[in-house]
């Protein structure tokens, strides 16, 4: 029912009496009586005035008067608002008197009007609105219950009263009388009865009420207030206006200091600022407020999660590891299944385990070098050494400077050198360079007070001596500050503020001087950041994150343009400094995020060559010209090549960079908000690199097309309208087709230069200088991925790649071996040939999954065959992991928990294949002939002459029977459990029997189907039927009903009571159908109830409306219609449920049709009634 219209309701108020109708009945009431002899008075006196000659200025006169006629008008458009706030909104009461219309049963409010469609105005409902003559009858109702109430217990007391009488009579006995517990009453009825102890009329204790009643209004306010300034706090975090969050988020404090969200929005958005010292005095009140007055962190779960996991952050800012790993361990222990939490305190640990390492190193490594001398404090003048590629702009030679001591521009090239190499080199090296001195390692308990988690902030805020990193920080901060500067990023002087003679020679010379320490420290900071974030450490990565915004700007300098990117690809391809890159971009897209975007968009020899190679490749031309070419020259100049394509161009880096940062960015709404008006350029210019021949960005372009779809409905569009063909075209040039017209089965490729280049480069017996081309070890894998992620986020993009012939494509690929011809030698990982054979099977049974029909019967013989090949070692795989989840080691080590997930991949292929595939179980079974259409220059070796089936249909079952019967469950599966790969696996197979049952139950199944047995799959099943819930239970249900069915099973089953305990677990279901059954006749019978299911359903609506608006509710029903038939596995498939027609019986009939069938119903209702007499027995 939608919600009343004040406008509505206002009408249908009674007409307010008019002081022309009061005079009319001869009444008056004091108040106008006293106005008008009010009016009487100044009129008089108006008069004399104007006889008098005292009363000259008339408009003064008559402006009075309008005001007081005004202050009349407002004083009856008060009363009339009074009235209609009276008369619409009602009086507060509990319906106990006569003198109303209406009665909210939900606010306890009296309305003397019939209000529009008998809605409460204050509510907003109408189910609960009762009128007086109904509230009465419930009044009375009760009155009478109480009465009942009443006699029984003055009946109990009266028989109390006598017993006692009675034992007075006998006297007292020294033996406990317990029976007296049996006749004991209560002298009064309830507690409450009896004389208040505060007496009512005392005006102490009612003006103690009302002061608390006034005091809890006034909290009330406040709390409305906070939560209004924490909306625009929170408003403020979505602009990106931090600083401006914080002052709002205060302001909120002011007015409700146990706002605990306030606290944890405040300490998030002082992470973002890195007012690390703040963010922890915000996350101690939080937990201090929980310590206190809750008892612990359960109550709040959620605050105290936020508010561990932002102090964590906060400490592991300040290099306090010991107390970020404490703050992690709480996190967990109230969110164990955090994955973030769970992955963050594993870092912090390592890091923990490094400051200790560094105490060590430290206390090994007391007394410094020979070399070292005793640094000077304070800023030193130091000279900068030239060389030929160090030369000043201007000419000069030796400009100096002021630096720090530690400062990376104060080292010589020589120890520039010999640093870089011993970073690249020595762990330790990098380890102390990293470490900060006096803290960092243990002894948490230092930081916190005994027996409390709030972490002391004296501790905190002692200054740590800073690391070497940290200086190389602060020069790249420099070097930004610096090189905005000489950009012309400053804020420009008045036009009214005149420049002081002598400036100009100054300003020259400290251009100058930035100019020199831009040269000198932007590349070295530059290269001791990429080789510390390169080191395969999370750790060192994460602790050159902070530099992202320093180090980001440079990328605008032509001349540190490469090794910028190839430090921003490190970072990427880490969490936490992925994220800062996000964040960054987030809130400065220009001119950060459009440089790399240029770089991948614009298509010139900068940005598609490697740095350097153009000269390279002149230089080596010229001396096999020189050399009159010959093999050793070629090979001389082959190498040459090689080694000047070892590097990545600047247009690999930024496909790169930029897919990376998408993991991170698709959870942060303002970096979808900034990508998305670079679509337009950047999917098309990624579409286009999308060319097998194109073998340094393809695979790169489909990593990133294959994150892009991440980024939101506007990205996945376009990439599905831009890059789905160019995607499968790549691809199937990438693997090639399966050859077989002359009866072999590897793929070819159609680029013999790049197999012969991806030799070069992988290693092995090839004779190269040392490098590795990038983009040799394959894009197959990259363009599967992206291929997979299309089909997840826009399924109705399946028929259009399968018109592109894509399942002809994969099908041969899941194949390792075959594999195997499409990736480098040597390659692994996510580049490796297992890699690329998971995923085409992961493609390969999505396209099914979609088109079961759409699969050729040559790819669905070569299918069968590998689903055959992959099932030989199932056996021992499940009973592995059947084995590990009964003992709660789902981690332990040895188990394989993807192979795990590929069978069960397999497993429901062959599930779709065999129920969904039309005529597949039958060629499969031989029940049909093999018929193909085969073009007309077929050759003759690709017809088979037999027509028999693809694989062995009895080995088949053989190994699924033994790999169901080591899936079957050893506990009860959890409900976390319920969704997970050996889960899935039951359901498929029970799937894949049932059809198989189904099938060799008809009077016409072919050989091979009647002689395989089913028999040993009942007892797993229904004992897996009893463990298992949710959609698998439904799968196994259908296959426990289909053996029941079939004659030669039947007796199995009922051994087995699997028809007793599919009865018990679809009894619930009978019952809810039973309810809904009766309810429906009842609504169709019951006029009262009728009308109380339609107030229901408007009220619903209402709800519906106020919540998504007029607008939103059409799709929010087609939300709610499109999700219904949706379940998680695809494959999984659920029993019919018959919606009963009629009340009582009816329903579980339905149930019994929808469970069995027409066909079985009347042998289950046979068996029911011969087991009757024994079911106790039997259960």
Known sequence: MAPVDEAEALAVLPPLPQPADIRANGRCDQR??????????????????????????????????????????????????????????????????????????????????????????????????????????????????????????????????????????????????????????????????????????????????????????????????????????????????????????????????????????????????????????????????????????????????KAFMRRAAALRALHRWAEAVEDLEDAVKLFPKDKEARDLLEKTKAALREADQVQSLQAADATPAASEEAAPQGPVRIEIEESEDESDDDGANGASLSAAPSSLAGLSRSEFRSLLARLGREESERVLFCARRGGGGGGAAAARKEDTRKVDLKHVEEVLEPSRLDEAIKDVERCCVLFKKLQGNVVPLRADVKQLDGLDAQQKQEDKEARAFLRAAAPRAVAVLHVLAGSGSDHHCALTAPAVRHVWPLLACDEWRHPVLELLLEWSQRTISAKAMAEFAARHPEPHLRLLIDAVTTESKENMLPPGFEDRAKQASERFGADAGGAEALDSLFDEMVVGLSKSSPAELAVSILGNMCLPGQSIPAFRDVMAPFRVALVPALARQLKPMNWRLCGRSAGAVCNLLRLGDAFATAVEEECTKPLVTALRDEVGEADTSDGGSQPRSATPLMQALRAASGGGDAQMPGAKIPGMDGSAAKLLAALVNLLTVRPGSAQQLLDLGLLDVAVPVMDVEKASACVAPGASGEDGAEEVAARAALLVGRLLARAPAALSTRREDQLLRHIEGSLSGGRALVRAATAAAAAGGGDAEGIDKQGVERLELKVRMLAILVTKTPGALDRLTQRAPRVEELPDDAAVGQLDPEGGPAICFDRLVSRLVEIATAARPREHVAPDAASGPLSRLRGNLALLFGALCEAQAADNAPPALRGIDLAPLAEPFIDALRKESGGVQNNIGIFITKLAQNPRYKQKVRDLNGLESLHQIQLPRVEAQKAEATRKHRVETDSAARQAEVRRAGASEASIDATLGRKGRGAHAARLHARRPRESTASRQTAPRGKPRSAGPGASEASIDATLGRKGRGAHAARLHARRPRESTAS
């Not at 625009?232 to 007015?255: P, S, T």
């Not at 007012?275 to 779960?301: L, P, Q, T």
């Open 32 to 305: 106008e009586l006293d106005e008008w002899v009010q009016n009487v008075d100044d009129v008089s006196a108006q008069i004399k005035g104007i006889i008098d000659g005292t009363l000259t200025d008339f408009e003064a006169l008559d402006h009075n008067m309008a005001i007081k006629e005004r202050a009349k008008q407002i004083r009856h458009e008060e009363l009339l608002q009074k009235r209609n706030r009276f008369f619409l909104y009602g009086n507060e009461g509990k319906g106990e008197g006569t003198k109303y219309k209406w009665w909210c049963k939900r606010c306890f409010v009296e309305y003397l009007i019939d209000l529009p469609q008998n809605t409460c105005t204050r509510c907003k409902q109408a189910d609960k609105m009762m009128t007086q003559q109904e509230r009465r009858d419930e009044l009375m109702g009760k009155l009478e219950d109480y009465k009942k109430v009443r006699s029984s217990h003055q009946w109990r007391k009266d028989k109390w009263i006598r017993w006692k009488k009675s034992q007075a009579l006998l006297g007292r006995s020294r033996n406990i009388n317990y029976k007296a517990w049996e006749y004991w009453e209560p002298d009064t009825d309830t507690e409450d009865e009896g004389d208040p102890i505060v007496p009512r009329d005392n005006p102490e204790f009612l003006a103690m009420e009302a002061d608390i009643k006034d005091r809890h209004k006034k909290a009330a306010e406040k709390s409305k207030t906070s939560e209004k300034c924490r909306e625009r706090g929170n408003q403020c975090m979505k602009d990106g206006d931090f600083v401006g969050a914080i002052e709002h988020y205060e302001e909120g404090l002011e007015y409700k200091r146990d706002n605990k969200a306030l606290w944890t929005n405040k300490a998030l958005a002082e992470l973002k600022v890195f007012r690390w010292h703040d963010a922890v005095a915000s996350c101690n009140k939080v937990i201090e407020y929980s310590e206190i007055f809750e008892d612990g962190f359960k109550r709040s779960s959620d605050a105290c999660f």
